[in-house]
């Protein structure tokens, strides 16, 4: 529900957009970075992971992580350039 109400302010050019698109981004990497090791830690029977977990475990959550690695820094960047552009006025 957060994702889909971020892409509507963002579309809609709300004045909250910032805010959520923040709060989306801390949630999603709290998330991954909650749910990927403790997924990995608890596994006590290869054979009920299946070849679907370790497919998950093994590309998914690295490429997960690596996305939400380029948002963080896009959101840094983009908001220390707003702080330059309020600055210079």
Same mark, same amino acid.
């Given at each position: 529900? *957060?994702?889909?109400?971020?892409?509507?302010? *963002?579309?809609?050019?709300? #004045?909250?957009?910032?805010?959520?698109?923040?709060? /989306? /981004? *801390?949630?999603?990497?709290?998330?991954?970075?909650?749910?990927?090791?403790?997924?990995? *830690?608890?596994?006590?029977?290869?054979?009920?992971?299946?070849?679907?977990?370790?497919?998950?475990?093994?590309?998914?959550?690295?490429?997960?992580?690596?996305?939400?690695?380029?948002?963080?820094?896009?959101?840094?960047?983009?908001?220390?350039?707003?702080? #330059?552009?309020?600055?210079?006025?």
């Amino acid at each position: 529900m *957060l994702a889909i109400l971020t892409i509507i302010a *963002l579309r809609q050019d709300w #004045k909250i957009a910032a805010l959520l698109t923040w709060a /989306f /981004f *801390l949630e999603g990497t709290a998330d991954t970075l909650n749910a990927g090791p403790n997924f990995a *830690l608890h596994i006590t029977d290869q054979n009920l992971v299946g070849a679907m977990g370790w497919l998950i475990l093994t590309i998914y959550v690295p490429a997960l992580v690596v996305t939400e690695i380029a948002l963080g820094i896009h959101l840094v960047r983009r908001a220390l350039n707003s702080r #330059k552009a309020t600055a210079n006025q």
